[in-house]
């Protein structure tokens, strides 16, 4: 496999403990993986004969970006609902009457798996294009055994050639889909005696999620659900508060999941005892911003406290039709406050972390993955900076170039 050196870097923001930003930085990388990291001149005199130079022509270099709350395997989009969204019905009600989660459900339900693919693969490109390099990604407009298998496969299949790592979760307990509407309790139990132990048979999910509201899944449902899924040894991540509040975060703190994302209900008092259960919040402001809503999660509040604060798009046909972490990145800071660099460690090292994929991506450090993002930009707080428009430059998985804009 190739060696590469990357030089002319303006900064480095390796994220790495100690020198989180090297000015005039350089990367090397061998066989897919990072080898060195450090100040120009140090790095040059380990450059040899065979190791391919890229210029980053006095550019930024990041840590591909993680998105740690993704749901992108669903046929058709909610335009129409967004537009009655906008005369003034609620999210809430467009849900009630069939429309919503169950409305995407009924048409992925209709589509092959070859059709889930090649959408899947489709929006693949626009989260590399936003310089994104891992997606945590959830099942959860199936809803039956067969067509959340068909989601899981689909998932297996888009990570299979290293374009775009793929972390996957099961989110069986996404909706009540039609058929058990008179008969909730029943789509539990088939959630948890024929789904997941199908899904861990064929370790089709490394994560499993429950949407935790009183009026989809409650707290006994969705724990019912999330004890089912630990002991078939899959890690747990809850959509918590995010219309009620302090609801699935006290769920999330009791089982110490992984995750409690949305969070934009949670109240501070609730923040201790996340943070004592080692629970790190996931913070998806795209989807408040879509929602028209004001009400975004107390991100200060988080780090104040010493929570890992993580972001993400939540990519999703109805709360948040966005692929892009740059424009997360402008949300965090205008709407939440978050200070730059929190703000790109929320989507770099602490995602990584909240993946347990700590050890190998998510910062820039030797024997990581070669993950990296050259960025259109001289400074990485013109990151969050300018917004509306896609600053990657090029991106690399693994040491192997991805996607890369001549426009800039
Ligand atoms: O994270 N809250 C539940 N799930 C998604 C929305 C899914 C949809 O509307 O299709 C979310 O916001
Ligand atoms: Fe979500």
Redesign the pocket.
Known sequence: MSHLAVVHCAQLVTLARSAEIVPDGALLVRDGRIQAVGPRRVIETLITADTELIDAGGRIVLPGFIDA?T?PV?AGN?ADEFEERIAGAT?SEI?ARGG??RG?VRRTREATEDDLLAIARHYREWFLRGGTTTIEAKS??GLSLEAEMKILRVLRRLGEDGRLRVVPTFLGA??IPDEYRSRPAEYVQSVIHEMLPSVAREKLAEFCDV?C?PN?FSIDEARAVLHAARRLGLGLRI?AD?FTADYGSRLAAELRATTA??LESTGAANFEALKAAGVAPVL?PA?VYHLGSARYADARGMLDLGLPVVLAT?F?????PTPSIPMVLSLACTQMKMRPLEAIAAVTVNAAASLCRGHEIGSLEPGKWADFVIHDAEDYRELPYFFGRDPARAVYVAGRLQFSSNIY
């Open positions: 709350h749901h669903f909610r999210y849900a919503g989660i995407t959860g407009y996404h909706e949407f509201e989809i959509h995010q994302d949305h998806l989807s939540d999703n046909p109805g709360s948040s």
